[in-house]
Nanobody
Framework: VQLQASGGGLVRPGGSLRLSCAAS????????MGWYRQAPGKQRELVAH???????NYADSVKGRFTISRDNAKNMVYLQMNNLKPEDTAVYYC????????WGQGTQVTVSS
């Protein structure tokens, strides 16, 4: 199983980034896919997840700013992040929940002026 996350970077407050995660080795269409993040000195937290049928759930801190989506034909999950804030700075991880949990490597998102 491989989860390859990409799209992180440095962005100014109020800016946008789009994270992508390419999944392989799982039955993607039935997997609940999620994005988590971990800031320095803090625990890893759920940002958003999306079920195989497209139901979504978001952390309160990102509601209205972030959008999770998936393309089952391409085995891809995305996280569109708008109006980024400095407190969004973290390493973002892709997660697949299908029978068991799988994690990808993280991608750094830094929001700073």
């Amino acid at each position: 199983v491989q989860l390859q996350a990409s799209g992180g970077g440095l962005v100014r407050p109020g800016g946008s980034l789009r994270l992508s995660c390419a999944a392989s080795g799982i039955i993607f269409s039935i997997a609940t896919m999620g994005w988590y993040r971990q800031a320095p000195g803090k625990q890893r937290e759920l940002v958003a997840h999306i079920t195989g049928r497209g139901s979504t759930n978001y952390a309160d801190s990102v509601k209205g700013r972030f959008t999770i989506s998936r393309d089952n034909a391409k085995n891809m999950v995305y996280l569109q992040m708008n109006n980024l804030k400095p407190e969004d700075t973290a390493v973002y991880y892709c997660n697949a929940d299908v029978i068991r949990n799988y994690w990808g490597q993280g991608t750094q998102v830094t929001v700073s002026s």
